[in-house]
Nanobody
């Protein structure tokens, strides 16, 4: 049974930082493109960042570019999202997801597996 488990969320003041982790029980983690999405109350789930199988390619939403960094450790079956200079509008539940195709990593419908999410709240 595939499981993706996010951790590292919490409450932080504007301008602060958090690092999210996602541990995956995928048989071959390096076969999967990994993505981060977020969903704020009353809004659609939106793309945040994605990283290719070996980590050589990274994509970011314009709203987080320059502030967030996605990385992965294939030996630990874990993907990370380092979030700096956090803003109140970054408040959301953050989800990691796994996609074995990697064709359109910004598109949530591409992903095969999802975690349960971790809450990030940024106070002003």
């Amino acid at each position: 049974q595939v499981q993706l488990v996010e951790s590292g969320g919490g409450l932080v003041q504007a301008g602060g930082s958090l690092r999210l982790s996602c541990a995956a029980s995928l048989r071959t983690f390096s076969d999967y493109f990994m993505g981060w999405f977020r969903q704020a109350p009353g809004k659609e789930r939106e793309f945040v960042a994605a990283i290719s199988w070996s980590g050589g390619s990274r994509l970011y939403a314009d709203s987080v570019k320059g502030r967030f960094t996605v990385s992965r450790n294939n030996a630990k079956n874990t993907v990370y999202l380092l979030m700096n200079s956090l803003k109140p509008e970054d408040t959301a539940v953050y989800y990691c997801a796994a996609d074995h195709r990697g064709d359109v990593p910004e598109e949530k419908y591409e992903y095969d597996y999802w975690g349960q999410g971790t809450q990030v709240t940024v106070s002003s």
